[in-house]
């Protein structure tokens, strides 16, 4: 990836940001520290990796993706409105009573949702489906779907890393968004996923760990994961929960929390600072 594009990449992610914040406090409710979190995932997916075209959102053979941790809906919301699969200013209109964007994803009201989302655990499940039925249809399409570490933790998960293993779905990707952090705490103290890389090597996936917030890494495991072969691939992606919001990041009460308009505004001002030295103003 050249420096331009990277630069251009980082800056939708924080402008991705700046509305994942703005519409969770328009909504005074919603999930931002997960959202945050994998914006630069939801940005790179969306702007580079997957085949879609925002003007045909159910095109045959487009990519899918499927939000298994489906609170994070704000973040996924941004990214698609922001690649212009919606206006831009309905993600003001988040969780608000007939509004299409609501707290989880909803592929019957929402342009580019291509499974319902909420109950955790179920995403993969469901994303090993669409990849084995691309195989037996033989379309070349790619299942990609993202998962918390939190959201590991639940049994189906599992299984759906046993089957995706045993019947061969290279054409499926598995992201783990391991920011370390659940609603509860410290993934490690409520129920341990680690070793998470060995656990997904074990049930037959290729695996690999990056950095979630840096372009070329992310950029780099996923031409990876379209080379492998015969079976799935999973990405590990470390990162920071509430990424690019001082007083989020980190901090596990931030999972399911509005911003206040004091703090609005200084999320604001944080992520413009970042934005303005990004574009070299």
């Known amino acids: 990836m050249n420096q331009t594009e990277k630069k251009q990449l980082e800056i939708q992610a924080c402008k991705v940001r700046m509305d994942i914040v703005k519409s969770v ?3 005074k409710a919603g999930h931002p520290g997960g959202s945050l979190s994998a ?4 940005t790179y997916l969306y702007f ?46 988040l969780r608000h009573t007939n509004s299409y964007l609501q707290g989880h994803p909803n592929m019957n009201t ?17 994303a090993a489906g669409m990849a084995l039925a691309a195989k037996h249809q033989n379309k070349d399409f790619r299942v ?5 570490d939190g ?7 599992w299984e759906a890393c046993m089957l995706a293993s045993h019947y061969h779905l290279d054409n499926l990707c598995a992201i783990v968004d391991n920011n370390g952090l659940q ?40 031409n990876e994961a379209r080379s492998v072969k015969g079976q799935p691939s999973a990405i590990v992606m470390k990162s920071t929960k509430g990424k690019g919001v001082s007083y989020m990041e980190n901090q596990a009460g931030w999972h399911g929390k509005a911003p206040n308009d004091a703090e609005l505004a200084q999320a604001l001002e944080e992520l413009n600072a970042h934005l303005a030295e990004l574009e070299g103003k």
């Not at 914006?39 to 939801?42: R, S």
């Not at 990609?144 to 918390?148: Q, W």
């Open 151 to 157: 959201e590991i933790q639940e049994g189906q998960i």
């Open 48 to 93: 580079k990796e997957m085949n879609i075209d925002p003007a045909n959102p159910k095109k045959a053979d487009r990519d899918r993706f499927v939000l298994s941790k489906g609170h994070t809906a704000p973040g996924l919301y941004a990214a698609l409105a922001h690649r212009g699969y919606f206006p831009v200013e309905d993600l003001l209109t």
């Open 183 to 222: 609603i509860d705490g410290n993934v490690a103290d409520v129920m341990s996923p680690y070793p998470i890389v060995d656990k997904l090597e074990a049930f037959g996936f290729h695996v690999m760990q990056i950095d979630a917030h840096d372009f070329d890494q992310i950029e780099a495991a996923f």
């Open 25 to 27: 406090h328009s909504a």
């Open 39 to 42: 914006a630069d995932v939801f």
């Open 110 to 126: 929402v342009p580019g949702i291509d499974m319902s989302t909420g109950s955790l655990g179920q995403g993969l499940s469901a």
């Open 144 to 148: 990609y779907a993202l998962m918390g």
